[in-house]
């Protein structure tokens, strides 16, 4: 997982109805940050109020019940679709993990979830990336792709079984070279896939492609003779 760089406090929104849930969560943020690394400051308020400032661009949402609480992460994905939510719920199936992550969160643990993980899942969504089993990640992918989510209108790019590993290794926020290591093929030819990827998808950067690719918002691509000048890889 790589380091956050910057060492500027990441101010992270927290919401929990009981106390001692509280408590617990806020504890958290105790442990020292890593050298290089960012400090996370956590900001305790509602949801309400987390969604009206700015400032907060990470929420950690404890939540004892999931009545009805996908529609309210799909209200907030509407009202800040770049905030980034990790949800702590009390169902630990794989439907709902998915179910919650396509509504908008980029995280999902269960109430059993120690503080070490809890931690572990923030670092990824801060990365970039969202927190989730690899199995999860490829039928999510499969999912968005295969047009499963009716809530998701835009037109979904094809993408070859090779920029799908990839694609899926991005979201597990591995680096070029984890990613070329992993699937054995040169560096060179990891970045030649993520480019693609992004023109594919609409996206300018990597966080932005993981998180179109991850909600299904995909952009119209460009017309092909704009990429002419961009080689394909030797290895794939």
């Not at 990336?129 to 790019?157: C, F, M, N, Q, Y």
């Not at 000048?229 to 290895?235: F, L, R, V, Y």
């Amino acid at each position: 997982m790589p380091a956050m760089y910057s060492t500027e406090p990441i101010r992270i929104g927290v919401v929990a109805n009981e106390p001692m849930r509280l408590e617990g969560l806020t504890s958290i943020f105790e442990n020292h940050a890593k050298p290089g690394e960012a400090p996370l400051v956590p900001i305790v308020g509602t949801l309400e109020q987390h969604l009206d400032n700015d400032e907060i661009e990470y929420v950690l949402i404890d939540w004892s019940s999931s009545t009805k609480k996908l529609g309210v992460l799909e209200g907030i994905r509407r009202k800040r679709p770049n905030l980034r939510m990790v949800v702590i719920g009390p169902d630990s199936n794989e439907q709902v993990m998915m179910d919650t992550i396509i509504a908008g969160a980029r995280a999902y643990l269960d109430m059993g979830a120690g503080p070490r993980l809890v931690r572990e899942a923030l670092d990824v969504v801060i990365s970039g990336s969202i927190w989730a089993p690899r199995k999860l990640l490829s039928k999510l992918i499969d999912r968005l792709l295969s047009g499963e989510d009716a809530s998701v209108t835009s037109p979904r790019p094809h993408l070859t079984a090779r920029e799908e590993q990839v694609l899926q290794l991005l979201l597990l926020a591995r680096s070029n070279r984890e990613i070329a290591e992993e699937l054995g093929i040169e560096e060179r030819t990891v970045k030649a896939h993520v480019g693609k990827l992004m023109r594919k998808i609409g996206a300018e950067n990597r966080i932005e492609l993981s998180m179109r690719a991850l909600h299904g918002s995909y952009k119209q691509s460009p017309p092909m003779h704009h990429y002419q000048q961009i080689a394909e890889p030797a290895t794939v």
